[in-house]
Every structure is written in C-alpha cells, then in structure tokens.
Nanobody, 125 residues
Framework: QVQLVESGGGLVQAGDSLRLSCADS????????MGWFRQAPGKEREFVAA????????IYADSAKGRFTISRDNAKNTVYLQMNSLKPEDTAVYYC??????????????????WGQGTQVTVTS
C-alpha cells in the first residue's frame, strides 16, 4: 500500500532555497517512478519534475530546469525536490505522486496516483 507524505514547505523570500521531501510508508517504493506537481490558487495542478525508479532518468518542467533538482533515496523510501533561487511564481501547494505511465516518465497529471496531502510553499518578493 502506497502512502505518501510530503514535508519541507514553508514561507521564504525570493532567492531562497527549500528542500521538499516525500516519504512512502509502503514496501514497494523502489519500484515506482515518482513525480512532483504543484498547484497555485485558481490554477490547475502542473508538472514540476519526475524521476525513474532507480534515479537514472529525470525530467523537468521548463520552469524548474536549472533551479530545481529531483532525487530519491530508496533506502529511506523518500523522493526529494531541491528548489533553489525560488521566485514568487513558485508559490503553490506541492504534491508528490506515483507515476503509473506504462513507459518512461510522464508529465501528465492523470497518469499519476496515490497523491500525498501536499505541502505549501510560499515565496515572497
């Protein structure tokens, strides 16, 4: 059974960094591709980054490239999102999910499941 719990959000200033964590209490975490999405008020949930089950492949949204890094530690059943040079437009609730796409890594929300409850990131200017 997959149960994802996000943490690490907070209130920061523009230019600051945060590291988000997504922990799974299940036994099969190391077999899943994982992804991060975010949802700002009044907007749809959008893709941020995804990582393959062994960490060997990663993809990013254009808005995240060069600033965000996704990683995972399968021994800790945890996937991370390191966010640097944060901007006010990064303000959103960040969610992690299991990528259920049959092949490769997906940027499509409906191909993800087992969402966590989310963690709020607020960036002030």
């Amino acid at each position: 059974q997959v149960q994802l719990v996000e943490s690490g959000g907070g209130l920061v200033q523009a230019g600051d960094s945060l590291r988000l964590s997504c922990a799974d209490s299940g036994r099969t975490f190391s077999t899943y591709n994982m992804g991060w999405f975010r949802q700002a008020p009044g907007k749809e949930r959008e893709f941020v980054a995804a990582i393959s089950w062994n960490g060997g492949s990663k993809i990013y949204a254009d808005s995240a490239k060069g600033r965000f890094t996704i990683s995972r530690d399968n021994a800790k059943n945890t996937v991370y999102l390191q966010m640097n040079s944060l901007k006010p437009e990064d303000t959103a609730v960040y969610y992690c999910g299991v990528d259920r796409a049959p092949y490769g890594l997906s940027k499509i929300q409906w191909q993800y499941g087992h969402w966590g409850q989310g963690t709020q990131v607020t960036v002030t200017s």
